[in-house]
């Protein structure tokens, strides 16, 4: 070897370029928020330096807005994992293992597809061309779904299915058959099996895919605002008016620090308690 | 029972999408009343100056932001792969933190950081006859922070999982440093890279919400598409969309078949 080169330096070169990007277009971004919460909306809108708790008091005005984000995203979290959990176990335990993958993948492409395609289509669907007329011509009258909560409960599962199948699938799949088998050895019956092997075998995954699941709907836009249309907004919602019609940043900023803040407490609730828990109990079982 | 319940979610799941694709093909006026077979809408799409220069816009966002991505993301793979302690710690919480913040967040504190810095020097900077504003390269920069996070937790499952008496043969071959890396880690990463580079793609190509906040006055096919959603439903949006859609599923598969084989090579050897 002609030169030897230095291991510390290449490290540093190594991390630098993501270094920079976290510094400047992360951290740094994220303090300007913190920051402009604490400020004044200037006269024409933006921001005027200042240091107030104003814009955390006002918070209550846009109380409809944490309400429904904090209720509809939840149920729709809940909804989602019921309606995964049998698709998992299908795809886990009844299929044949050269099918498995495609069929995983299959359920998992659309989340890749475009979000605001797949709810524009939903749009149409729900709409008053859709389901609805259809509903009419059969004599069933003024049934309204699209600008309901459950318009934008069904876009949850729909959208987030993709997302909460794979992580279950996973915690299924790894099940040991044999359990099962020893399950119904010693006399329990099928439901009992489910209930006291099975299902807590799955917890983990199910944790997983919930909080994935948990975490893109509280920050969601598009859904609320194609299905809610402007009756059932969320958070994110509420941001686009203030960023971008009212041009009341520190209010805003103090509405996204809010959103955040939530989100990580959760989060960290969430590990601690749900996934620590399931952890130990599948400890418990193998 | 089971089975019935599956195609049921299989229905459920590829229905809409179907119906963007088939709607797209119809020779009406309206999106969802069929009046007969007609490619009228793709020529009116792709003879649309509106729309072909948003696709262009996007197309410029998703190949900047792949390419950068893969990159920087393989470089700090790498980089966290040599170090232990204060400085691992660190950078793995900011990928998560990275991957956590909602989109949302991220498109609104670039955009009031940007802005603010903006106003801060542009007033020192006018008589250079130099203006910053928002545009496609802030797009870029959002969307590459996030798939740094996303390549770099890829290609460091990949690191995790390869055979390290390789890299030792290597050297015990008295290949240099950087011929162990060309020739051994590079074409053993290649397929979590790839995978990466791929998936960065699809998501810059499809992301709505960052872009709203900071593309200033560019605009991207998202954009397009949302105003045209707002402003009314025509089938040439399902024209266009149905070419998007098809798209990423074509990206998708690939990424999928690259990363089964890379996991398939990686075990046989």
Known sequence: MTTTPRPKLVTALLLAPAGLFFVFLLLAPLAVVLLFSFGERAPAGGYVPAFTLQNYMDLPARGKAFFNTLTLAPFGTLLTALFAFPMAYFLAVKTSPGWRVALLILVMAPFWTSQLLRYYAWMMILGNKGIPGWLATLGIADVRIINTPWAVLIGAVYGFLPLMVPPIYVSLEKLDKRLLEASADLGATPIRTFLQVTLPLALPGVATGSMLVFILLMGDYILPQFLGGGKVFFIGNALVDLFLQSRNWPFGAAVSVALVAIMFVTIYVYMRFVLSKSGTRRAALV | ?269
């Not at chain 2, 204060?86 to 670039?110: C, E, K, Q």
């Not at chain 2, 959002?142 to 008496?165: E, K």
Request: with cysteine; proline share 4%.
């Open chain 2, 1 to 269: 029972m089971l089975r019935a319940y599956a195609i049921c979610i299989y229905i459920f799941l590829y229905l809409p999408i179907s119906l963007i694709v088939f709607f797209s093909f119809n020779a009406g006026k309206y999106a969802m009343a069929w009046e007969g077979f007609s490619l009228f809408w793709y020529g009116k799409a792709f003879s649309n100056p509106l729309i072909m220069g948003a696709l262009k816009t996007s197309v410029i966002i998703a190949l900047s932001t792949a390419f950068l991505s893969a990159i920087i993301g393989t470089l700090t793979a790498l980089g966290l792969e040599r170090t232990k302690g204060w400085l691992r710690v660190t950078f793995d919480a900011l990928i998560y933190i990275a991957i956590m913040v909602p989109g949302i967040v991220i498109g609104i504190s670039t955009l009031i950081a940007f802005v603010s810095f903006f106003d801060l020097v542009n007033p020192s900077l006018a008589g250079l006859g130099i203006k910053f504003q928002m545009g496609t390269w802030a797009v870029i920069a959002a969307h590459v922070l996030f798939n740094i996070a996303v390549v770099a937790l890829l290609v460091r499952a990949r690191l995790q999982g390869m055979d390290r008496s390789l890299v030792d043969a290597s050297e015990d071959l008295y290949a240099t440093p950087l011929g162990t890396f060309a020739q051994v880690v590079l074409p053993l990463l290649a397929p979590a890279i790839l995978a990466g580079f791929l998936l960065a793609f699809t998501f810059s190509f499809e992301d709505f919400i960052i872009a709203y906040f900071v593309s200033g006055p560019d605009t991207t096919l998202p954009i397009y598409i949302f105003s045209s959603i707002r402003r009314g439903v025509t089938p040439e949006i399902n024209a266009v969309g149905s070419v998007v859609l098809l798209t990423s599923f074509v990206l998708l598969i690939a990424a999928q078949a690259v990363l089964r084989r890379g996991e398939r090579t990686a075990r046989a050897e």
